[in-house]
């Protein structure tokens, strides 16, 4: 199957698990499917039937509310029955509304609290290069996330260890919350910002599969320093009436939206 068709099926089960749990955050797990798509189709070394492989590639989801996205591409590389879907956001069901390690196969770390997840990413790129091992750590944050101090602390932390086996991802639909970035707290010059704090920096589109494929497979872009990918998105890409708009970050859909979105994304064949 073509990797966008795959990806238009994770979003298509990710609009599936937000309407049955009666769930928010569309438009982000929407924008990073592309990314998490890539990543899983042809990036991380992982075994899904040994989840917990000493050697297997980590990936930190710092963005948990983007849990959706995350659960249905580990579905579908087989870690874990499709059917759990269906448990998303319901009580005493498997799949929490923000990524939950507890019980869930292929997810290495909690996340709810914004901020938290490049931390925990360069502890264990530490540890791996001290260990000597070579597995290499992928961390997904969301822009909205970056007003979060202990990114910056991360971000100053990262260079100094020389953690060229770490790879920061920032989602950047440009839309946090309930208003546009730029207007919440303005992000830019981002890259200019990364390049000061000594990370090597590549920007993307964050929807153009062979951009994504191509960066992804060259880290780490330079020896001795983390890279750091700015990949730009649109908020709930793919369906046409949850693009760029900032309603999407909470809303849900009727029955009526539902099938809506459905026949967009099935209607897409390349």
Request: overall charge positive; aromatic content about 8%.
């Amino acid at each position: 199957m073509k990797l966008q068709l795959i990806a238009n099926e994770l979003r298509k089960d990710v609009i599936w698990m937000c309407h049955r749990g009666k769930s928010a955050h569309l438009g982000t797990n929407l924008s990073a499917a592309d990314i998490v798509t890539i990543l899983y189709k042809k990036i991380l070394r992982v075994k899904p039937k040994s989840p917990n492989w000493p050697d297997r590639d980590r990936f930190i989801v710092s963005k948990g509310h983007g849990a959706a996205i995350i659960y249905a591409a580990l579905a579908h590389k087989g870690f874990f029955p499709k059917g759990w879907l269906k448990t998303y956001y319901k009580n005493n069901g498997k799949l929490a509304g923000h990524v939950t390690k507890l019980d869930v196969p292929g997810v290495e770390f909690s996340t709810g609290a914004l901020g938290h997840g490049l931390p925990i990413a360069c502890g264990v790129a530490l540890a791996g290069k001290r260990d000597k091992k070579k597995y290499r750590v992928f961390a997904l944050l969301s822009d909205g996330e970056l007003d979060e101090g202990s990114n910056w602390e991360a971000i100053l932390f990262a260079p100094q260890h020389k953690l060229d086996n770490l790879t920061a991802i920032v989602d950047y639909n440009k839309i946090q919350s309930l208003d546009f970035v730029k207007k919440t707290l303005n992000l830019e010059p981002l890259k200019a910002k990364l390049k000061a704090f000594n990370w090597e920096v590549r920007e993307i589109d964050g929807h153009n599969h062979n951009q994504i494929l191509k960066t992804l497979k060259s880290v780490p872009f330079k020896k001795g320093k983390p890279s750091f990918i700015i990949a730009h998105t649109i908020k709930g890409k793919g369906v046409s009436f949850m693009e760029n708009t900032v309603k999407w970050h909470y809303a849900n859909t009727d029955e009526v939206l539902l099938a809506q979105a459905l026949k967009e994304l099935s209607s897409k064949k390349k």
